[in-house]
């Protein structure tokens, strides 16, 4: 069987996963015939424009997978929308491989629908992995058939910013998370956690100058809103302080040119780790738990006394993990002729 013949689906909406898939899709775009199913104003449907990917609306699932025939389905998970799951069901139904798509390290069987009753129907024929943390919580969660793959998008965000000229700012960079709604949303609680993304600013202006900034910058998750900080950083008005917007500034310019960067445990922080950038991954309370694969000093619960060893760069290597992408697709498309 030629590549050409190996007809691979897609359907993904919430970005981490996307941004995975459509790296992956770009680095093997010539050799398979892949069809992509997105909403237009999602996460994926903004990446395959930015990356000229052709890719349907979400429409009737059972006719587009009818009239495609595929192989294979790669699906994206997250926790926003939910769209990959017609698809999902109607292949499990006419036994078409299916694989699950995870990035970060974060609420892997929530993603599925658990603990609700009937959520394994939810999950792939085959759960696609990233890095070794991510591998081993798949296998501890006991999700079916894990497999490591590259992550061509975390390789391609290094090499493009490794040409980058940069022009540091002796600012200290906080990568805002909107902490406080998903406490709501998950728990029902908006200091679930014992902390929010505003008492953390609070504690990271009260120690400012142990980091020895001259500045500091937060950048705004995409879900958050600058009105909070704003508020407290007018108690501050001898820092210096700017709030931008990510959709306006490039992440890694901002990760590059920062003296330091803190935040809870968004991708970005381990991102700037992998850039050699000294990091701090910052929860004020023993009621979240670590979840990036970065050593443990940089992994802080308080920012009384910050050792001066943290300021300096992270030494963070991203091994060469995953299986080769071709003897992957023989794998499980072997497993669908076999079903």
């Known amino acids: 069987m030629g590549s050409h013949s190996i007809?691979?689906?897609v359907v993904s909406h919430d970005a981490g996963?996307?941004?995975?898939?459509?790296?992956?899709?770009?680095?093997y775009f010539d050799l398979y015939s892949?069809?992509?199913?997105a909403i237009a104003q999602s996460p994926?449907?903004?990446?395959?424009?930015?990356y000229h990917l052709p890719f349907s609306p979400i429409e009737d699932p059972r006719q587009q997978l009818q009239s495609i025939n595929p192989d294979v389905l790669f699906f994206g998970t997250g926790w926003q929308e939910k769209i990959e799951r017609p698809y999902v069901r109607f292949c499990k139904e006419h036994s078409?491989?299916?694989?699950?798509?995870l990035d970060h390290w974060s609420n892997y069987r929530k993603r599925f629908g658990f603990p609700n009753e009937g959520w394994e129907e939810n999950l792939g024929d085959f759960t696609a992995v990233t890095d070794q943390r991510a591998l081993f919580l798949a296998e501890s969660f006991a999700l079916p058939n894990p497999v490591g793959l590259k992550n061509f998008y975390l390789r391609n965000t290094i090499a493009q910013a490794r040409q980058k000229?940069?022009?540091p700012t002796n600012n200290l960079l906080f990568l805002s998370e909107p902490t406080d709604a998903v406490a709501l949303r998950t728990h029902g609680d908006k200091n679930y956690w014992g902390f929010t993304q505003y008492s953390a600013l609070e504690d990271i202006l009260k120690h400012f100058e142990q980091f020895g900034c001259v500045g500091l910058t937060i950048r705004l998750h995409p879900s958050d809103n600058a009105n909070g900080y704003k508020k407290i950083l007018k108690a501050y008005p001898h820092i210096r302080a700017q709030i931008n917007d990510a959709a306006v500034c490039e992440l890694t310019d901002q990760l590059l040119c920062a003296k330091i960067v803190i935040g809870f445990d968004t991708m970005a922080l381990y991102i700037a780790a992998l850039l050699e950038r000294p990091v701090l991954s910052y929860l004020p309370s023993k009621n979240r738990d670590f979840l990036l694969p970065l050593p443990q000093e940089r992994q802080v619960r308080s920012l009384l006394k910050i050792p001066p060893n943290l300021l300096a760069p992270s030494h963070l290597k991203s091994d060469d993990f995953g299986m080769d992408f071709a003897?992957?697709?023989k794998t499980i498309v072997a497993k669908g002729q076999n079903v």
Request: charged share 20%; glycine share 2%.
């Open 7 to 9: 007809t691979i689906a």
């Open 17 to 27: 996963s996307s941004e995975i898939l459509c790296a992956l899709i770009r680095e």
């Open 34 to 37: 892949w069809y992509i199913f």
């Open 44 to 50: 994926m449907g903004r990446l395959c424009e930015r």
């Open 96 to 101: 078409i491989p299916t694989v699950a798509f």
């Open 165 to 167: 000229k940069i022009h």
């Open 327 to 329: 003897l992957f697709l």
